[in-house]
């Protein structure tokens, strides 16, 4: 089993930065692929950036392309998600997501372990 924990959610206003922390309890994390997600009130839960296993592919929503960074650590065990110029629109909570030699894809099937997620609050 693979617990996640996410953390660094809070009140920022728009224009602003936050940077989210997923750490892993394996110490093989970088054999994960990792991923992402969030979900606002009365919505589905959304795919927000992911990266493959092997760290060499990422991907990201459109609505954050060039704004949202996701990366790793492999010698902490802690992923990260680096969110610049926050809008509103942004406000969910987001939770970050494992699986064993995945690909890094967008869909929420494909990961196996979740983090309780971590509020993000965006005030416009």
């Known amino acids: 089993q693979v617990q996640l924990v996410e953390s660094g959610g809070g009140l920022v206003q728009a224009g602003g930065s936050l940077r989210l922390s997923c750490a892993a309890s394996?110490?093989?994390?970088?054999?994960?692929?990792m991923g992402w997600f969030r979900q606002a009130p009365g919505k589905e839960r959304e795919f927000v950036a992911a990266?493959?296993?092997?760290?060499?592919?990422?991907y990201y929503a459109d609505s954050v392309q060039g704004r949202f960074t996701i990366s790793r650590d492999n010698a902490k065990n802690t992923g990260y998600l680096q969110m610049n110029s926050l809008k509103a629109e942004d406000t969910a909570v987001y939770y970050c997501?494992?699986?064993?030699?995945?690909?890094?894809?967008?869909?929420?099937?494909?990961?196996?372990?979740w983090g309780q997620g971590t509020q993000v609050t965006v005030s416009s």
């Open positions: 997501a494992a699986h064993y030699h995945g690909d890094g894809l967008d869909s929420p099937a494909e990961y196996d372990y």
């Open positions: 394996v110490r093989t994390f970088s054999r994960y692929a």
């Open positions: 990266m493959r296993w092997s760290g060499d592919n990422l």
